[in-house]
């Protein structure tokens, strides 16, 4: 039997963010080892010679989608494992591809600790009004109004979404002395008392919640979840956090309620855009903090997406079970 070929189809810059290369010696043994040498991200071209006789494939950001995976199976491929170095492959591999058979993993686990632990430091500091005080101090304003300041003990957290995420984040907040609740169609309500989280409606949440933090995937039933409707339903003085997707929410109805001061909102993610435009008004909002989607952006992840990607390559060359596979199920109800 011939030695099967590993392909990484990654930029070299995120090679070295991962730090691959000092990890990969154990898969060396079992896999002939193929890379994309840059310069940037891969090609179509170098792809569809990839698939040619690759075995294992490795993606990433900036990886082009495999459409060609539709026809998975009818094709002379010997692929048989892809592992992505990130969260979501749904921008990435067919669904159909995986019905027929192909084996996907990837390393979401890696990103959904660092995002949660970001969320829970979004919520901490923003409920503090920390990010308004640092732009008052640029204005020369030393104090900021002790009204404006709340902590998050004794508050009502309410998390939209059970994901990786979401439960993490329900898992951190006992230490702060918040009441959780939660709301996800797909979670029953024994499984949310095991999360410490009353299971409620949306509306129940969104009406109850010092604070909303959404943790959703985008799905077509997510999609412009929370729009004018739903915002209205928030309390006065309620934070909105979205480290999720900004598809998830309607823009514009965010920024009305937002304009009319009632709410407060931190922003990681943003739509149509990202970046928002120099001059979009969301920017210049006191109480809506817009970042560049960092929540889970750390050393300690990148460290952790190579080494569950090396990880799940050696289980697969090895014949053993993956840990973090993506069924169709699964592909289904992702980010």
């Known amino acids: 039997m011939p030695t099967p ?24 043994e079992l896999a002939v080892i193929e890379r994309w040498h840059g310069p940037g991200n891969p090609t179509s071209v170098a792809l569809a010679a990839a698939l040619a006789q690759a075995t294992v494939l490795v993606t990433g950001w900036g990886t082009p989608r495999l459409e060609v995976l539709e026809g998975w199976r009818t094709a002379a491929w010997p692929l048989r494992l892809v592992v992505h170095t990130a969260g979501t492959v749904k921008q990435l591999v067919p669904r159909v591809a995986l019905e027929r058979g192909l084996v996907v993993s990837h390393a979401n686990d890696a990103l959904a600790e660092a995002v949660a632990e970001f969320t829970i430091g979004a919520i901490i500091m923003a409920r503090r009004g920390a990010f308004d005080a ?23 957290v309410g998390v939209i979404g059970a994901s990786a995420i979401g439960r993490r984040v329900l898992a951190l907040l006992p230490a702060l002395g918040a009441y959780r609740l939660l709301a996800d169609p797909y979670c029953r309500v024994e499984e949310a008392a095991a999360l410490g989280a009353e299971l409620v409606s949306l509306q ?36 909105f956090v979205n480290t999720a997707r900004g598809r998830l929410i309607d823009a514009e109805a965010l920024l009305a ?8 909102a931190l922003l990681d993610v943003t739509d149509p855009t990202e970046p928002l435009p120099p001059d979009s008004p969301l ?5 809506c903090t817009v970042l560049p989607h960092i929540a889970a952006v750390t050393h300690e992840t990148r460290l952790r997406q190579g080494q569950i990607t090396v990880a799940e390559m050696l289980r697969f060359l090895r014949g ?15 980010a």
């Open 257 to 264: 309620e937002l304009q009319r001061g009632r709410i407060s």
């Open 283 to 287: 920017l210049g909002l006191p109480n």
């Open 134 to 156: 640092a732009d008052r101090l640029r204005r020369g304003e030393w104090h900021a109004p002790a009204a404006t300041a709340h902590e998050v003990g004794g508050c009502t």
């Open 320 to 334: 053993e079970a993956l840990q973090h596979q993506v069924t169709p199920e699964r592909w289904d109800t992702m």
């Open 204 to 239: 129940e949440l969104l009406r109850r919640s010092d604070v909303v933090s959404l943790h959703a995937p985008v799905t077509p039933e997510t999609l412009g979840m929370l729009g004018a409707r739903e915002f209205a339903l928030m309390q006065d003085g309620a934070l």
């Open 5 to 28: 070929v590993a392909y990484l189809a990654l930029a070299p810059e995120l090679m070295a963010e991962l730090e691959l290369e000092r990890q990969l010696a154990p898969v060396a």
